[in-house]
């Protein structure tokens, strides 16, 4: 099964501070990458597929990047709404996805 | 408005059985591949099972495989989960989740609902 390892599994930073989350998979999945957006007590939220593309809606502070086993997930200029976890999920191998472990992207 | 809509958790035992559904509605529920996900309390989230659109295809993760049945009826626009043998680590938050027709990305997600597995 391909492994999905975020890093940091946590992260401070202030609104408007710009902010990266790292996704590396343990094979090489192309650009299959999705990244969710999860806030306390709510169920997931797309955000970006295919590595770069924004799913229709999200802001364009956020932006994702990489292919192959390495993957970045961009916020410009955080916002007070950008406060939650974020996952990145692999479907390279679907339908049997796999997620990142997660990284808690908190206020400081 | 797309909702998906599960029910049926609660508390169960080891070893006891619990059997989830998620009510669809707002789009063609036939038209699309379903998903379960899970999320064990303060943990993060793992695929659990993978339903094709008419129902031939289906998908396991290791950790639930020969234990968990996922079926539907498209007549009632129904996706199910049929839990047995079920475990400590089995308790979590499960979310139904459709698989968008595009690239099969979990557009739309369920509120979830709660099983513990607890003596």
């Known amino acids: 099964a391909i492994r999905m390892t975020q890093s940091p599994s946590s992260l401070s930073a202030s609104t408007g501070d710009r902010v990266t989350i790292t996704c590396r998979a343990s094979?090489?999945?192309?650009?299959?990458l999705a990244w969710y957006q999860q806030k306390p007590g709510k169920a997931p939220k797309l955000l970006i597929y295919a590595a770069s593309t924004l799913q229709s809606g999200v802001p364009s502070r956020f932006s994702g990047s990489g292919s192959g086993t390495d993957f970045t997930l961009t916020i410009s200029c955080l916002q007070s709404e950008d406060f939650a976890t974020y996952y990145c999920q692999q479907y390279y191998s679907y339908p049997m996805y796999t997620f990142g472990q997660g990284t808690k992207l908190e206020i400081k | 408005e797309v909702q998906l809509v599960e029910s049926g958790g609660g508390l169960v035992q080891p070893g006891g059985s619990l059997r989830l559904s998620c009510a669809a509605s707002?789009?063609?529920?036939?038209?699309?591949?379903m998903n379960w996900v899970r999320q064990a309390p303060g943990k993060g989230l793992e695929w659990v099972s993978y339903?094709?659109?008419?129902?031939?295809?289906?998908y396991y993760a290791d950790s639930v495989k020969g234990r968990f049945t996922i079926s539907r009826d498209n007549a009632k626009n129904s996706l199910y989960l049929q839990m047995n043998s079920l475990r400590a680590e089995d308790t979590a938050v499960y979310y139904c989740a459709r698989a968008d027709s595009v690239a099969g990305l979990f557009d739309y997600w369920g509120q979830g609902t709660l099983v513990t597995v607890s003596s």
């Open positions: 339903i094709s659109s008419s129902g031939s295809t289906i």
């Open positions: 707002g789009f063609t529920f036939s038209s699309y591949e």
């Open positions: 094979q090489g999945i192309s650009s299959y």
